[in-house]
């Protein structure tokens, strides 16, 4: 800048900063960083630990299948499918496989994401908590691009308090029990239909038709189907109305379904989806 008429040559004085206020701008993210880290060590630590010496342990195999996920409950005796239930702070520990192309596993409130290969068997481990001491829904997603519906192979987790009426004791004991027996002739009529034109060559109910081996290319079993909160990996709303779609056409729900389409009337779609909204 040019100089003006009036200005002498003494330079700028040179201000010393604030000791204090330099003091404090340092330790409070210093001490932030510190709690930080500690949290963060604590939680690898929590992570990585062993979850098989964990006394109270809940084991779950789980099969990434196009595109589906199945749970294995072996500790309790049967499988369900893409709605997982735990109980609040009981240790999880899932087994991840997969029974024909990579998936990978990610419920994202809850743990990281996890492969699930083919021909291996990978762990997850964590532990859930309810929410004042509710029922709590916590939602995922396979996170491995896996073919034409991936995008429809979501994930449902249910955390069940440890007492009450929706304890995880008494979601354990319903899905233990025997498939409901029909009470009304649609219902039966939904049943036979279920028997006789295709169903049990790929699903199980329990009581009903079983199947003696599971494979890829099983479908779910359907013991409790009606007391899910969706259906198709949740692409839709639990209802008779949406379960005689997918059973009258599943590839114009899902793209490339593997279910197959056993050429059902309506008739027939809507007894069957009657009988099994009524397996709770």
């Known amino acids: 800048f040019r100089k003006k008429p009036g200005d002498d040559d003494t330079p700028n004085l040179e201000l010393h900063g604030n000791a204090k206020l330099e003091l404090i701008w340092t330790i409070i993210p210093t001490l932030v960083i510190l709690v930080l880290t500690t949290i963060t060590i604590a939680g690898v630590f929590e992570i990585s630990a062993d979850p098989s010496k964990e006394q109270n342990l809940l084991e779950i195999d789980v099969i990434g299948k196009q595109w589906w996920w199945e749970y294995d ?13 735990v109980e609040e702070e009981q240790r999880v ?20 994401k996890r492969d699930a290969t083919p021909g291996r068997t990978y762990p997850l481990s964590f532990k859930a908590y309810a929410v004042n001491g509710e029922v709590t829904e916590f939602l995922g997603q396979c996170a491995e691009l896996c073919g034409a519906s991936h995008a429809r192979m979501g994930i449902k987790l249910f955390v069940h308090p440890k007492t009450g009426e929706n304890s995880f004791a008494n979601w354990i ?88 389409n ?19």
Not at 73 to 85: C, I, L, P, R, W
Not at 240 to 254: G, R, T
Not at 262 to 280: H, R
């Open 73 to 85: 409950y072996k500790q309790h005796g049967f499988s369900t499918a893409n709605e997982m239930h």
């Open 93 to 112: 520990l899932l087994n991840l496989t997969s029974a024909d192309v990579m998936h990978a596993f990610w419920v994202p409130r809850i743990s990281g």
């Open 173 to 260: 004991k319903t899905q233990q029990a025997q498939a409901r027996e029909p009470v009304s002739p649609l219902e039966e009529q939904g049943k036979q239909v279920f028997k006789t034109k295709g169903c049990v060559a790929c699903h199980s109910i329990s009581g009903v038709a079983e199947l003696a081996q599971r494979s890829r290319t099983t479908g779910p079993d359907l013991t409790h189907v009606g007391s899910r909160t969706s259906i198709v990996a949740n692409s839709l709303p639990n209802s008779v109305e949406n379960l005689a779609k997918w059973v009258k056409d599943p590839q114009s729900i899902k793209e490339a379904a593997l279910m197959s």
């Open 262 to 280: 056993l050429g059902l009337t309506l008739e027939e779609s809507n007894a069957v989806a009657t009988y099994l909204f009524s397996l709770k």
